[in-house]
């Protein structure tokens, strides 16, 4: 136990996506910045994460895309289906138009192979990084931000941003509130392809849609891998009990889907359940000298694949939020970071609120049976291919919220060399 | 109490729009016909009734439509609207491409109306129209049909029609089912249109969607007359009360609507409650020498309004398969009866089982809630003017199970000279 006080400019709390987006974004302005982590490693958990034009914009912008392009895949299509016939409800083609009209492609990537992307361009960048350290209270209110660890060490930094995930701590500062529980779980699994994998949809995102239930599958590592998630509406949870969703209850949650469905459980590592949690949206991010950022800020169901893509579009933000203001021609400037953060809140929180709030309709939707079963095939049917009108506002350059494709670049800007032409 | 049998070629039991539909196009193929009806007159309950082009074909058909016209009005258009909102949600222009589609007006008329313009040409053909005749009980299985009545009259005839409605008591020589009660229960009224009455949307048939409840409302007799139906869930129903649907809950039933639909309750006469009944479709309406028709072979629910529409086809579909068959050049072939019944039968029972589902769904997706009612939204607010996908099955001119436009006519058709050119 120590009393003697960790300084820098910026204190990340959380090595997740989030966290290390903003040390990285905040870094490339020119600070000094020390990202803590409670794990003992640096590491992700899960399987594949979808990274669609808006994040994958923000990889370019940091001169990572290509990066993400050697390990990833770019899916040719995403094409839903319905779970009960095996009927195809709708389809995007992923490359051609829809690449050009987002400016960027559509990724398909392991978690921690993004996950460690991120973390060598923050060592790269002379971020510290720091395991073991579970922050359990900030002092926010002052010209120096406090953190404060369980083991007792103190971290003194010109702000904190808190990347501490949908289970936040730090939230606590802003908010009152807690995880929603959406009575739905989910079940993970990455597959080797071999030559006695269905051939079949091996090059597109295919999301099967049940009722209470759905299923999504695409390939991994250059389509060495195949990534299979399955959430389904768990009987247990509904019926009160404490330890639902159990790997018991996954054959009868998809009793009624195609083979083609069914067979795809067996690709699903068991070992690890995923209650899917979000939290209500919150308009105010900031205390003092204190941003959330990413989950810690608005954590959203899967529904969208947007929980890591807003993670990056946060820290693009914030970091241009602070260009300028923090980081100036003649230095460092700390009495900025309530401007900067206030900019940055108000810039995103609109946005994220509506993936949060669109991503729980969008889930619903996928999840219906009956007659909204037969609008909502309907509905899929009646769109053609290259039909942008629900997708413009999230994948959209220009919409509110969204960041540039290009930082702000002040003369003082330390690092502005890692910019992609 | 009388033991003479009154001798017919058909006995047609019920006096609604198909049996008088029913009776005339029997008429017109030169049988003797009688048509028996419970009630001491011919009277029609009920207001506004829509007639889309599949039925008005049959009324063109048979030299009707220029009456129907006369009284009727032709809307410029259905419109679907969001009654909680108020947004338009897709529309339908009923002339012009409309009607050159499909062959026929769109054409709404008071049900008195229609059903004195069918009265009418049974009573010019030479139907023999009887009143306060209660059939009880059908022997169908001889060579002459017979049909008893609660004052104890006995009918032969080669064949009898049963026209007696969704509660028909001849159905059970087919089936033993019973109507199945959909918890919805209908107000209708029509109040004259005065210089007070709201300017807009008084020439379009309007459909308010609303959650559990929807309202129509349409002009009548030359635009003097403003209909209104409003359509709930009884919650009394869903309480499981005996006595339910009651004007005391037509208040609550819309209180999330806009302010227009609210005030269009006013227009309703409350002296008489529907509820909302149909059955399921049976595929066999054959007993020997009678078969069912209209209601009494597939009642639906009105969300399609194709009640009277179906049996008007009906009716046509039964002329022409009986033409030629039961109606030859040398006269009447009672023998063939059977034979005639099961083609009206085979051409028919597939196509109305199909509306009869449909309306099920239709009238679902009416009153949807929640993510359905927002894809219920999406899915219509996609739909273009002049979209014909959804509407084609329905009024299409050659669509399986559709009378033909001309009836087929042989030498010795004794009433050919009815039709229009």
């Not at 990572?64 to 995007?92: C, M, N, S, Y």
């Not at 009956?370 to 609008?375: K, T």
């Amino acid at each position: 136990m120590s009393n003697d006080a960790a300084a820098t400019d910026v204190l990340v709390v959380g090595g997740g996506m989030a966290g290390l987006a903003g040390a990285l974004a905040l870094k490339e302005n020119g600070a000094d910045v020390t990202l803590v982590e409670v794990a003992p490693a640096f590491r992700e958990v899960g399987a594949g994460l979808q990274m669609a034009p808006n994040a994958s914009r923000v990889l370019k912008r940091w001169g990572l895309l290509e990066k993400a392009l050697e390990i990833g895949v770019q899916p040719k299509h995403l094409v839903f289906r319905d779970a009960v016939t095996g009927e195809e409800l709708t389809r995007q083609t992923l490359g051609g138009e829809f690449e050009e009209r987002y400016g960027a492609p559509y990724v398909v990537i392991h978690r921690s192979d993004l996950h460690r992307i991120l973390l060598e361009a923050c060592q790269d960048a002379g971020v510290t990084l720091v395991n073991d350290v579970q922050v359990q209270k900030v002092e926010t209110d002052g010209d120096r931000a406090k953190a404060y660890s369980a083991k007792g060490e103190v971290f003194e930094a010109d702000a904190i941003l808190a990347a501490d995930g949908l289970k936040s701590t730090l939230r606590g500062q802003v908010a009152n509130d807690g995880p929603v529980n959406s009575a739905y779980v989910a079940y993970r699994g990455t597959v080797p392809i071999t030559p006695e994998t269905p051939a079949a949809d091996l090059e597109d995102v295919i999301v099967y849609l049940g009722p209470n239930c759905h299923l999504v599958q695409y390939p991994l590592r250059k389509g060495e891998l195949l990534n299979t998630v399955a959430v389904f509406k768990s009987a247990s949870f509904e019926r009160g009990e404490e330890q639902y969703g159990g790997v018991d209850e996954l054959e009868a949650a998809y009793a009624g889907c195609v083979p083609a469905v069914q067979e795809a459980l067996k690709n699903l590592a068991t070992g690890i359940r995923w209650p899917m949690y979000d939290r209500d949206p919150i308009e105010n991010w900031v205390a003092g000298r204190m941003a959330l950022i990413g989950d810690a800020a608005h954590p959203m169901l899967q529904y969208l694949a947007q929980g890591a893509c807003q993670a990056l579009e946060d820290a693009a933000v914030l970091q241009d939020a602070t260009q300028g203001l923090v980081f100036t021609d003649e230095g460092v400037n700390p009495g900025a970071w309530e401007a900067a953060f206030s900019e940055f809140n108000g810039v995103r929180a609109a946005r994220t609120a509506r993936v949060q709030r669109t991503a729980r309709i969008w889930g619903e939707s996928w999840h219906v049976d009956g007659v909204a079963r037969v609008l909502r095939n309907m509905l899929f049917k009646s769109r053609g291919d290259n039909n942008f009108q629900y997708n413009d506002w999230l994948y959209g350059r220009s919409e509110p919220g969204v960041p540039a494709e290009v930082p702000a670049v002040s003369a003082g800007s330390a690092r502005g060399s890692l910019v992609e032409a």
